[in-house]
C-alpha cells in the first residue's frame, strides 16, 4: 500500500527494545522523518539520485545518522521517493483519464499537471529506460509492451536487473505507471491527434525535461510552462498536406 509523506511518516514505527514490540515514533521522531522525506525530495529533484546521503541530512538540518537510522542505505531511501513519484504520476495519469473526455485534453492535462508537480523530476531510471535488446527478459507483458511502443519505434522495456525481493513493489508501481500512461496515449493516437511515432517513452521524458530545477521558483514555473507548450506542440499531429 502506498502512503506518501506524512500519513507514511506517522505509520512508521520504531522497536521499544523489549522484545521488538513496534511502537508509534515519538514526536520529534516524527518530525525529524518528515523533514528528511522533504530534503530528499528536494535535494534528488534538484541533483538527482546520486546526491549524496549527506546533502539530504543538511537540507534536513539533522545529522547524516538520523538519516541513517530512519534509511539504513541510500537505496532504501532512494526507493522511497522513487516509488512515492512513482504513485503520484499514476495517480495524475488515472485522474486526466477519469476526468477528460477528449483524448488530447486527457494526455495535456497528464503532462501539464505533472510538470507542475515537479514529479519528473524524481522519475527513477527503469521508467525511462527504453530497451532494445531482444535477449533482455522484461517485466511486462508481452502484449501490454507491444501495445506501448508505437510502430517501428523501440519498445519501452523495464529491463530485468539483479534485485532483492524487496524492490519488487519497484517495479510493480512503474508497470502501473507504463499502464495509464499507455491508455493515455493510446487513446490520443487513435484520435489522431497524437503523432503516430509518439511512445509512452517520449511522453515520460517529456515530463522529465519540463521540469527544471531553477532557484527562482517564478522563474522556473515560467521555464516549465514554456518548454512544456513547445514539447506539446511538437507531440501533436498535424494534417498531411
Not at 38 to 49: D, Q, S
Not at 122 to 130: I, K
Not at 187 to 193: C, L, N, Q, S, V
Amino acid at each position: 500500500m502506498h502512503l506518501q509523506g506524512s500519513s507514511w511518516s506517522a505509520a512508521v514505527a520504531s522497536s521499544d527494545g523489549n522484545g521488538g514490540r513496534n511502537t508509534p515514533l515519538r514526536v520529534d521522531a516524527q518530525r525529524n522523518l518528515e523533514h528528511v522525506l522533504r530534503a530528499a525530495r528536494e535535494v534528488f529533484g534538484e541533483l538527482g539520485y546520486g546526491a549524496p546521503m549527506e546533502d539530504v541530512a543538511r537540507r534536513a538540518r539533522v545529522g547524516v545518522g538520523t538519516v541513517y537510522r530512519r534509511f539504513p542505505s541510500k537505496d532504501v531511501l532512494v526507493r522511497r521517493i522513487a516509488e512515492e513519484e512513482t504513485a503520484r504520476l499514476t495517480d495524475q495519469a488515472r485522474a486526466a483519464l477519469g476526468q477528460e473526455n477528449e483524448p488530447w485534453s486527457a494526455l495535456a492535462r497528464f503532462l501539464r499537471t505533472s510538470v507542475a508537480s515537479g514529479a519528473g523530476r524524481l522519475l527513477p531510471p527503469q521508467v525511462l529506460r527504453v530497451g532494445v535488446d531482444v535477449e533482455a527478459e522484461i517485466r511486462l507483458p508481452q502484449q501490454r509492451q507491444a501495445a506501448l511502443a508505437a510502430p517501428g519505434q523501440p519498445e519501452l522495456r523495464l529491463v530485468e536487473r539483479p534485485t532483492a525481493p524487496e524492490d519488487e513493489p519497484d517495479d510493480a508501481g512503474a508497470a502501473a505507471l507504463l499502464e495509464v500512461v499507455g491508455q493515455l496515449v493510446e487513446r490520443a493516437r487513435a484520435a489522431g491527434e497524437l503523432r503516430p511515432d509518439v511512445a509512452v517513452a517520449d511522453v515520460l521524458l517529456v515530463i522529465a525535461t519540463a521540469a527544471p530545477s531553477l532557484p527562482d521558483a517564478a522563474q522556473q514555473a515560467a521555464a516549465s510552462a514554456r518548454l512544456l507548450d513547445i514539447l506539446l506542440d511538437g507531440l501533436r499531429s498535424r494534417p498531411v498536406g
